[in-house]
């Protein structure tokens, strides 16, 4: 219980299941698309506040800094777009990715090296096709989609990035990262009691801010596993397919088919933790 208490990850995590119960009540209460989808946006935002004790001024500048504002304007962009123009989801997913690796990475790619040309692309690539998954569930219908199973796919990814980020040398981000998984998780469970609609704003919004801090360790300290990075991209399609591999009579059950795919997206974390074992010295051991 002392452990418990005493964890330096307490406060994030209560403070995003908290505002996770807000938003939640307060979509359930006004039947509003729009709360439902800034929830898990908030949820980051406030994991990003309470993690590292401030709003960053603007413009912000260093990478740390620029992760706040790429979920900002992200989410912001999302739910414009959404509501005044056509574009297919997969290609704001890819806008989102884009901002999030340029944003962080400008100073980086001002004066880019060989390392820098080739992580650029392959960091844009990987992002938004994390982003189109996670978006993708979200548009899918039940049993294997809706908001409940891409807020719990939001929660899974997040904690696939807590290793990557505490072995790239970003132990601040690990807070982030459990932070936004406690809120999104709570979220996801609301969401499977009350199923309700979510816009493109609620996985880019949160997501690309997610984006944005790993971005921070592959451009600009270098420190990220490209291994663990590539795991955490394709992870989101792991829900839909062990979704469609149940049983039939399984696979009908709406409990299931959320439980099965938020555990499947989830699956990657002990081999990512493996191979950061494996690859690089342990940071908890220094």
């Not at 984006?211 to 490209?226: F, S």
Request: hydrophobic share 60%.
């Amino acid at each position: 219980m002392d452990a418990i208490v005493d964890s330096p990850f307490l406060p994030v995590l209560s403070a995003c299941v908290i505002v996770a119960l807000a938003f939640a009540a307060a979509a359930r209460l006004s039947g509003s698309r729009t709360a439902a989808t800034l929830a898990a946006p908030a949820v980051f935002l406030v994991a990003y506040v309470v993690t590292y004790q401030k709003i960053p001024t603007f413009p912000p500048v260093g990478a740390a800094n620029k992760v706040f504002y790429v979920a900002v304007a992200v989410t912001l962009a999302a739910l414009a777009l959404d509501a005044f123009a056509s574009l297919p989801r997969w290609a704001l997913a890819g806008l989102a990715s884009l901002v999030a690796a340029g944003w962080v990475g400008s100073t980086k790619l001002a004066n880019p090296d060989s390392i820098g040309l080739v992580l650029f692309p392959a960091l844009v690539l990987g992002g938004g096709l994390a982003l189109w998954g996670l978006d993708r569930l979200a548009a899918e219908p039940r049993p294997s989609g809706g908001g409940a199973a891409a807020l719990a796919g939001l929660a899974a990814v997040s904690a696939l990035s807590a290793p990557a980020l505490l072995f790239g040398g970003s132990s601040t981000g690990v807070g982030l990262c459990l932070g936004l998984a406690a809120g999104a998780a709570v979220l996801s469970a609301d969401g499977f009691l009350a199923p309700r609609r979510l816009g493109p704003a609620a996985m880019l919004g949160a997501g690309s801010g997610l984006l944005a801090a790993l971005d921070t360790i592959a451009l600009v300290t270098r420190n990220a596993d490209p291994f663990a990075l590539a795991l955490i991209a394709l992870a989101p399609f792991l829900g839909p397919l062990a979704a469609r591999l149940l049983p039939p009579a399984l696979e009908r059950r709406p409990v299931v088919a959320w439980v099965v795919s938020g555990l499947a997206i989830l699956s990657p974390l002990p081999v990512i933790v493996a191979l950061l074992l494996l690859r690089h010295d342990n940071p908890l051991a220094t």
